[in-house]
């Protein structure tokens, strides 16, 4: 089981907001620790959303927005559109164990 | 163009052993961290392993320690995972995916592979 917990799906109708949250801990997203986004479609390659809590990589659409507060982090798909629907996962680091890289639960994106 | 390309997965009969492969193009495979993450049917993303750049820091999760090892071979910009004592536990898309330094700790992975399918039979 995941220190980074996320819900396990959310949905939304085209062009709605939808927000995924991501709760951790004071050993890993209260500690400081930077926390990241991917994308998700089961059989490709997983995609870097977001990066060092708020940061979108070259190419990745401005629908997409995260946030960190305490021990928790959030991303935002505004404007949602069909091909949204994936998996997503938060990542971070934790201090209480020895792996460098935790992921989130995960969180299945619907478009309705 | 950066290029992560696994091979080496298949069906295996659980108990026995197998190496995955990551061929590397597009960016100085050399100067940077290496992982391996898995992804089993029905679960999420489960990270495996890390190398650093020059091959002499890893770190490996706990849940397969003793049994998988990550090494790389810089001078053939390829990454590998050495599976022993395979389990059907073990089932999964593994994808290698780059880090942003050259270290193993902390970070991003800012690009991935499309992953090769491991299934264990029992």
């Known amino acids: 089981q995941s220190v980074l917990t996320q819900p396990p799906s959310v949905s939304g109708a085209p062009g709605r907001r939808v927000t995924i949250s991501c709760t951790g801990s004071?050993?890993?997203?209260?500690?400081?620790?930077?926390v990241h986004w991917y994308q998700h479609l089961p059989g490709t390659a997983p995609k870097l959303l977001i990066y060092s809590n708020t940061n979108r990589p070259s190419g990745v659409p401005d629908r997409f927005s995260a946030s960190k507060s305490g021990t928790s982090a959030s991303l935002a798909i505004t404007g949602l559109q069909t091909e949204d629907e994936a998996d997503y996962y938060c990542q971070s680091y934790d201090s209480s164990l020895t792996s460098p890289f935790v992921f989130g639960t995960g969180t299945r994106v619907t478009v309705l | 163009e950066v290029q992560l390309v696994e091979s080496g997965g298949g069906l295996i009969q659980s108990g026995r052993s197998l190496r995955l492969s990551c061929a590397a193009s597009?960016?100085?495979?050399?100067?940077?961290?290496m992982h391996w993450v898995r992804r089993a049917p029905e679960k999420g993303l489960e990270w495996v392993s890390s190398i650093n750049s020059n091959g002499f820091s890893v770190a490996t999760a706990h849940s397969v320690k003793g049994r998988f090892t990550i090494s790389r071979d810089n001078a053939k910009n390829t990454l590998y995972l050495q599976i022993n004592g395979l389990g059907v536990e073990d089932t999964a898309f593994y994808y290698c995916?780059?880090?942003?330094?050259?270290?193993?700790?902390?970070?991003?992975?800012?690009?991935w592979g499309q992953g090769t399918l491991l299934s264990v039979s029992s």
């Open positions: 597009g960016f100085a495979f050399e100067n940077y961290a």
């Open positions: 004071n050993s890993n997203i209260g500690a400081g620790h930077d």
């Open positions: 995916a780059k880090g942003t330094n050259d270290v193993v700790e902390a970070g991003f992975l800012d690009y």
